[in-house]
């Protein structure tokens, strides 16, 4: 593996553009959470969701959506704000905020380290977002350039090496 290759090295990854870019993705899956819970809201109270017999539970149904729907929309607002507050200060360790370039079984990968958007693709693919709820992002948090470490990833156990952290 080629560990110099250009573009993959952590200075190119702008900490403050990655926070950013991960917290645009996250207000709008927001927003349209949002408006998805009024309509719901909407339904469960118009004069048609009213149950015509004591069969009809239409009402309930929607009421039980619309409850669902705020504790979807509560838990992203939350998640928006603990990313609004991510560090872009230089980190020596695996910590929430940190970029960490790897070596996955001879690939070499950037990640960031984020409580929310697990999985997204940022800076056009380069980077993607692991959050401490994952495996590999379990194995990451403490850790510091030079370590190896071991994680279950898509079925299988992998040693990863942290070759920089930012």
Do not use: F
Request: glycine share 8%.
């Amino acid at each position: 593996m080629n560990r110099d290759q250009p573009g993959d090295r952590l200075v190119h990854h702008d900490k403050t553009a990655l926070r950013d870019e991960l917290l645009a993705r996250l207000s709008q899956e927001l927003d349209v959470l949002e408006r998805a819970h009024r309509a719901v809201m909407e339904a469960a109270t118009h004069e048609e969701a009213k149950p015509e017999n004591d069969k009809d539970t239409r009402a309930l149904e929607q009421s039980y959506l619309a409850r669902g729907q705020a504790l979807r929309v509560e838990a992203l607002r939350e998640a928006v704000a603990l990313c609004r507050g991510l560090s872009v200060a230089a980190a020596s360790r695996g910590v929430l905020g940190a970029v960490v370039r790897i070596d996955d079984e001879g690939v070499a990968r950037t990640l960031y380290l984020a409580p929310h958007g697990g999985g997204a693709m940022l800076a056009e693919g380069a980077v993607q977002v692991v959050t401490p709820s994952s495996p590999l992002g379990r194995a990451l948090i403490g850790r510091e350039a030079g370590d190896v470490c071991e994680a279950q990833v898509s079925g299988r156990m992998r040693e990863i090496e942290v070759l920089e952290v930012a």
